[in-house]
C-alpha cells in the first residue's frame, strides 16, 4: 500500500510540473489606474491558490474558536450546576 500511495505522489507531481511548463507564458495582470505586472501564468495561479487557501483556513479557524468558546461555556454551564439534578434528555422522546 505504501508503495501505491508513493507512486500516487510520483505521478502527482509529474502531472504539475507538465502543467507549470505548459504554463510558463508571460501573461500581463492588470489593474487599477493603469498598473500592470508581468509575470508567468503558474506564478499568477500559484498567489490565488495560496490565498483562497489562506481565506478558506481563515475562515475555517474563526468557526473553530467559536465552537471552541462555545464548548468551555457549555462546560462551565455543568460545572456549576447541582450534582444530585437531573434533566430529562429530549432524545428519550425518540427512543418510545
Do not use: C, W
Request: proline letters at 3%.
Amino acid at each position: 500500500m505504501r508503495y501505491i500511495v508513493r507512486l500516487l505522489e510520483v505521478v502527482l507531481l509529474l502531472v504539475l510540473v507538465a502543467v507549470t511548463v505548459q504554463n510558463s507564458a508571460i501573461v500581463e495582470f492588470k489593474l487599477f489606474f493603469g498598473h500592470a505586472f508581468q509575470a508567468p501564468l503558474i506564478l499568477f495561479l500559484l498567489i490565488f491558490f495560496v490565498a483562497g487557501a489562506a481565506i478558506g483556513l481563515l475562515s475555517t479557524f474563526s468557526y473553530y474558536l467559536r465552537v471552541r468558546r462555545e464548548l468551555s461555556q457549555l462546560k462551565k454551564e455543568l460545572r456549576t450546576r447541582p450534582a444530585g439534578r437531573v434533566d430529562a434528555d429530549p432524545s428519550d422522546a425518540l427512543a418510545d
